[in-house]
């Protein structure tokens, strides 16, 4: 069956899912697990949230449902950043960027909706970054003929840091990791969020790259030769972290870059090629394909049974390695984490959330902490 009609169907059952059960199956549904993430990363209550979610009536209005609240935010950012309240601005205009992100991350690639939204998340949230406390300082990572565009937060007060560099998902992007950022700042440990090849500002949508599981460790080196460059950071005390298939690329950059102090993996598997299978929704598909850059789904199968899996590369990490997983994980099996354990070199730390799902959404507030403490451990070593 061609890739198109695939995700025609998957797209039509996801708006039939949405018209019969309603808003309240959706925010309920693993499927829209999506959501808890936006109840995390996007800075907005629980009563927002569920405004939100009763303007999506079918799928087709499901960016509009997002982008009322959105403009609304930056309507009030505007209008604080005119009248002084500089501290009001930056938290609203943070809300619109994020806001922004959560909108078009299930909106079709095709769609206009999709562009217009990843360039208002990026605009927005720089409009922020000056009035955030601490501030947050855009930055461009020689990298290539495109450079890594990323964001560094110091902690205040701090001389010398640390610091984290954190790697964004599949569809993650360094604006949304603004909140773990504000996990370590509140620690004493500066963080470094970028996007690289295939994300963010530098996918191929937005006239970037490919991701390429086997090289992307490349990018995380020139993170890190950036970060020897700056005098305010402790580079010789980093920490990598990377969340779903950021957790995955920062146990391969450890692989492959011993200056790294120890890593952490949010949500990452061993085996990619775990995933494929009849069930896979034509979504998921669709994803990769679009991130690895290639122009169909068997495209993606061939790729990822090549190079999906950490076996020969887990065993090259020797660092502390803190590996997070949900038991209800539908993405990453229980399996793949016990691998990782038996087959890294250095001390393994497992926490496991027996009622979890993918990346631990649903218990962000205890396991986040849990996170910055075990960071905050090794780095004081």
Same mark, same amino acid.
């Given at each position: 069956?061609?890739?198109?009609?695939?995700?025609?169907?998957?797209?039509?059952?996801?708006?039939?899912?949405?018209?019969?059960?309603?808003?309240?199956?959706?925010?309920?549904?693993?499927?829209?697990?999506?959501?808890?993430?936006?109840?995390?990363?996007? &800075?907005?209550?629980?009563?927002?949230?569920?405004?939100?979610?009763?303007?999506?009536?079918?799928?087709? +209005?499901?960016?509009? %449902?997002?982008?009322?609240?959105?403009?609304?935010?930056?309507?009030?950012?505007?209008?604080?950043?005119?009248?002084? =309240?500089?501290? !009001?601005?930056?938290?609203?205009?943070?809300? %619109?960027?994020?806001?922004?992100?959560?909108?078009?991350?299930?909106?079709?690639? /095709?769609? #206009?909706?999709?562009?217009?939204?990843?360039?208002?998340?990026?605009?927005?949230?720089?409009?922020?970054?000056? &009035?955030?406390?601490?501030?947050?300082? #855009?930055?461009?990572?020689?990298?290539?003929?495109?450079?890594?565009?990323? &964001?560094?937060?110091?902690?205040?007060?701090?001389?010398?840091?640390?610091?984290?560099?954190?790697?964004?998902?599949?569809?993650?992007?360094?604006? /949304?990791? =603004?909140?773990?950022?504000?996990?370590?700042?509140?620690?004493?440990?500066?963080?470094?969020?970028?996007?690289?090849?295939?994300?963010?500002?530098?996918?191929?949508? *937005?006239?970037?790259?490919?991701?390429?599981?086997?090289?992307?460790?490349?990018?995380?080196?020139?993170?890190? +030769?950036?970060?020897?460059?700056?005098?305010?950071?402790?580079?010789?005390?980093?920490?990598?972290?990377?969340?779903?298939?950021?957790?995955?690329?920062?146990?391969?950059? %450890?692989?492959?870059?011993?200056?790294?102090?120890?890593?952490?993996?949010?949500?990452?598997?061993?085996?990619?090629?775990?995933?494929?299978?009849?069930? !896979?929704?034509?979504?998921?598909?669709?994803?990769?394909?679009?991130? &690895?850059?290639?122009?169909?789904?068997?495209?993606?199968?061939?790729?990822?049974?090549?190079?999906?899996?950490?076996?020969?590369?887990?065993?090259?990490?020797?660092?502390?390695?803190?590996?997070? =997983?949900?038991?209800?994980?539908?993405?990453?099996?229980?399996?793949?984490?016990?691998?990782?354990?038996?087959?890294?070199?250095?001390?393994?730390?497992?926490?496991?959330?027996?009622?979890? +799902?993918?990346?631990?959404?649903?218990? *962000?507030?205890?396991?986040?902490?849990?996170?910055?403490?075990?960071?905050?451990?090794?780095?004081?070593?």
């Amino acid at each position: 069956m061609e890739d198109h009609i695939l995700t025609d169907n998957f797209y039509h059952t996801v708006d039939l899912f949405i018209q019969l059960l309603g808003e309240d199956a959706v925010n309920k549904s693993d499927c829209f697990f999506r959501i808890s993430r936006a109840a995390i990363g996007s &800075y907005v209550d629980y009563s927002e949230i569920q405004r939100i979610l009763a303007r999506i009536k079918s799928f087709d +209005n499901w960016y509009d %449902a997002w982008e009322v609240s959105a403009d609304r935010f930056a309507r009030i950012a505007g209008e604080a950043e005119t009248t002084g =309240h500089l501290v !009001t601005a930056g938290k609203n205009y943070l809300r %619109a960027g994020l806001l922004y992100h959560f909108a078009q991350l299930f909106t079709r690639p /095709e769609d #206009p909706a999709r562009s217009e939204g990843q360039e208002k998340r990026v605009a927005y949230y720089r409009k922020a970054c000056p &009035y955030l406390f601490p501030k947050v300082e #855009p930055i461009e990572i020689p990298f290539g003929k495109l450079g890594l565009p990323g &964001y560094l937060r110091l902690p205040v007060g701090v001389q010398l840091p640390p610091v984290i560099v954190m790697i964004p998902g599949a569809n993650s992007v360094k604006e /949304e990791l =603004h909140h773990w950022g504000e996990k370590f700042t509140e620690l004493g440990i500066a963080t470094l969020a970028f996007d690289g090849p295939g994300q963010g500002e530098r996918s191929l949508r *937005n006239k970037g790259v490919p991701l390429r599981l086997e090289t992307f460790h490349h990018a995380v080196t020139a993170v890190i +030769n950036y970060l020897e460059t700056r005098r305010e950071v402790d580079a010789k005390r980093l920490v990598c972290w990377g969340q779903s298939t950021g957790g995955h690329l920062a146990m391969r950059a %450890a692989a492959n870059d011993t200056r790294i102090h120890a890593a952490v993996s949010l949500g990452g598997g061993y085996d990619f090629r775990m995933d494929i299978e009849s069930t !896979t929704p034509a979504d998921i598909w669709e994803e990769d394909r679009d991130l &690895y850059g290639l122009s169909s789904f068997a495209e993606s199968e061939s790729y990822i049974r090549e190079f999906g899996s950490m076996q020969g590369i887990i065993e090259k990490v020797s660092c502390p390695l803190l590996v997070v =997983h949900g038991a209800r994980d539908n993405c990453v099996a229980m399996e793949e984490i016990e691998r990782l354990k038996q087959e890294a070199t250095g001390p393994v730390t497992l926490m496991v959330y027996e009622d979890g +799902n993918h990346s631990v959404c649903n218990y *962000n507030l205890e396991m986040s902490e849990a996170v910055a403490d075990w960071v905050a451990d090794q780095l004081s070593r």
